[in-house]
């Protein structure tokens, strides 16, 4: 559960070789030229964002409402928009709902997005992910994704963020003192792409360990999230800017810590510059002010 706080650089191209009773590796058009060091963010559209909120629970599970929850909606909703993600929220479902709509968003043709994101906002434990009614284990999230099964966002960023808990222990930090005085392609080339490539999956907390949330402000962790993406979200690249959230989460709290979990797979970095309709929507709008 949650918890709310109180206040190829080489040229050299193998062979494939397929052991017996292994398929074939599957051959994908890949958006992006093997050796770019930046994603291909100019397809038509940013792609889909889906967030699941659960904040209340079947008394069966033993859960409180996860007051607060609310506000992280809004605040994802607001930063995302503002990124040219077509977001959808889906509040309060059951096992069955989260699994179909995974698999529904994982079974869409994706040839004309960017990439994919996902954000669950819940209680955790242990390696689970709770539902309204159940749980299930956060890689039924991911797998739908890969290569293989999802062809249209093979070579494209997918990207998940888990809000939950994913024990009790409590972080109650160190105390840090500082003196002052020192704070002054080859196109047509062939390549193979791993199945577990081009993910990121973002935890708001370390195995083991609680997450704390406000119940006014919403979660450390997505509230942090939001901040750095309306702030930075056009300039820097998503790894660093997931470097600024941790250091906003890790300096937070008071009487307890947080240090959120980045696990990449990303190979390369990752913008969101503006999309054509979205510039023309900011340069309208800012001639209707004179």
Wanted: glycine content about 4%; proline content about 4%.
């Amino acid at each position: 559960m949650d918890l709310t706080d109180a206040n190829a650089t080489g040229q050299h191209v193998p062979t494939a070789v397929h052991p017996q009773n292994e398929r074939p590796t599957r051959q994908i058009s890949s958006p992006v030229d093997r050796d770019s060091r930046v994603y291909n963010m100019q397809h038509q559209r940013r792609g889909k964002a889906y967030i699941f909120n659960h904040d209340l629970f079947d008394a069966s599970l033993k859960l409180g409402e996860r007051v607060g929850s609310k506000t992280d909606v809004e605040n994802l909703e607001r930063a995302l928009s503002q990124l040219d993600f077509k977001v959808s929220c889906f509040h309060n479902c059951d096992i069955t709902s989260v699994r179909k709509n995974i698999k529904q968003l994982a079974e869409q043709d994706h040839t004309d997005n960017d990439c994919v994101m996902v954000i669950v906002l819940s209680h955790g434990m242990d390696g689970k992910i709770y539902t309204s009614d159940s749980f299930y284990h956060p890689d039924e999230l991911w797998l739908p994704f890969t290569s293989d099964k999802c062809p249209s966002l093979a070579g494209k960023p997918k990207l998940f963020f888990i809000q939950a808990c994913q024990g009790m222990k409590k972080d109650a930090g160190s105390t840090v003192q500082y003196d002052s005085s020192k704070m002054d392609s080859v196109a047509t080339q062939e390549y193979s792409i791993p199945t577990m490539a081009d993910f990121m999956i973002a935890y708001s907390t370390i195995p083991g360990y609680v997450s704390w949330r406000n119940t006014e402000n919403g979660s450390w962790f997505i509230e942090a999230l939001c901040e750095i993406l309306i702030t930075y979200g056009r300039q820097d690249d998503l790894l660093s800017m997931m470097t600024m959230v941790l250091l906003k989460v890790a300096t937070l709290g008071r009487n307890y810590s947080q240090i959120p979990c980045v696990v990449s797979q990303l190979i390369r970095r990752v913008y969101f510059p503006p999309k054509q309709s979205s510039y023309t929507s900011i340069c309208l709008a800012s001639y209707n002010l004179f």
